[in-house]
C-alpha cells in the first residue's frame, strides 16, 4: 500500500535551530497530513494542507507541497526542547478512503 | 474539533486470552473508522477499515480471524484481539471519518496499549 517516505528518519539539532523534514508520497492525493507523537504518546494533529494548496504555515511551522514531485516538507523554526518527538506524514490518497503514514522523523532537539 | 476517544488506555492480559478495544466518536457519526498498529520506534501501519453495517476491509496480511473488527452503530467500531500472544503487543489507534466535514477529515484516537504476557 502507498506510503509516504520521511528523510531523514533521524534529526538532532540545538535548541533554537531551525528542523526541516521532509516527505514523499507515490499517489495523488486529497490533502497530506504531518502530525507529532511524543514517546509512547498519541498522535498531535499539526496541520493538514490540501492538494490546491502549496503552503502553509501555523505558528512555527511552516509546510510546503509540491504536489508535481509528490513531496512536502515541514519547517519548524526557532526549535525548542518540547519539539522532540517524532513526527509523521500522512496522505490521503485520492483513489481510496485510506490514510497512510510515512515512515516518520525523530527528531531531537539538543539544549 | 471532533473527538475520538479509546477504550481502554491500556491493558495487560494473558497469553490466550482476548481483548476487546472500543474506538467512539463522540460528536459526529462516523460511517468509516480505521484501525492502525504501531511497534515501538516505527510508524502507524493500517489494519483494517471498519464501515458500519458491513463487513471491515483487511490490508494485506492482517488476519481477519485474530483481530476482529465490529462497528455496530454510527459511533462505536471495536477491535477484539483474539488468542493474544506476546507478538500482538503493539500500540493500537483507530480514526475515524467525520463525512460532515469538508475534505472528509479524520480524526485520531490517543490509543491502546495491549501488553501481552
Known amino acids: 500500500s502507498q506510503q509516504g517516505e520521511e528523510d531523514p528518519q533521524a534529526l538532532s539539532i540545538q535548541e533554537g535551530e531551525n528542523a526541516t523534514m521532509n516527505c514523499s508520497y507515490k499517489t495523488s492525493i486529497n490533502n497530506l497530513q504531518w502530525y507529532r507523537q511524543n514517546s509512547g504518546r498519541g498522535l498531535v494533529h499539526l496541520i493538514l494542507?490540501?492538494?490546491?494548496?502549496r503552503e502553509k504555515h501555523s505558528g512555527r511551522l511552516r509546510v510546503t507541497l509540491d504536489t508535481s514531485k509528490k513531496s512536502s516538507s515541514l519547517l519548524i523554526t526557532a526549535s525548542r526542547a518540547a519539539d522532540t518527538a517524532s513526527y509523521f506524514c500522512a496522505t490521503d490518497a485520492v483513489r481510496d478512503d485510506k490514510i497512510i503514514f510515512g515512515k516518520g522523523t525523530r527528531l531531537h532537539i539538543l539544549p | 474539533g471532533a473527538v475520538v476517544s479509546q477504550h481502554p488506555s491500556w491493558v495487560i492480559c494473558k497469553s490466550g486470552t482476548s481483548v476487546k478495544i472500543e474506538c467512539r466518536s463522540l460528536?459526529?457519526?462516523?460511517?468509516?473508522m480505521f484501525w492502525y498498529r504501531q511497534f515501538p520506534k516505527q510508524s502507524l501501519m493500517l489494519m483494517a477499515t471498519s464501515n458500519e453495517g458491513s463487513k471491515a476491509t483487511y490490508e494485506q496480511g492482517v488476519e481477519k480471524d485474530k483481530f476482529l473488527i465490529n462497528h455496530a452503530s454510527l459511533t462505536l467500531s471495536t477491535l477484539t484481539v483474539t488468542s493474544a500472544h506476546p507478538e500482538d503487543s503493539s500500540f493500537y489507534i483507530c480514526s475515524a471519518r467525520d463525512p460532515g466535514l469538508a475534505y472528509n477529515e479524520q480524526f485520531f484516537g490517543p490509543g491502546t496499549r495491549l501488553t501481552v504476557l
Open positions: 494542507i490540501r492538494s490546491n494548496e
Open positions: 460528536d459526529f457519526q462516523a460511517t468509516t
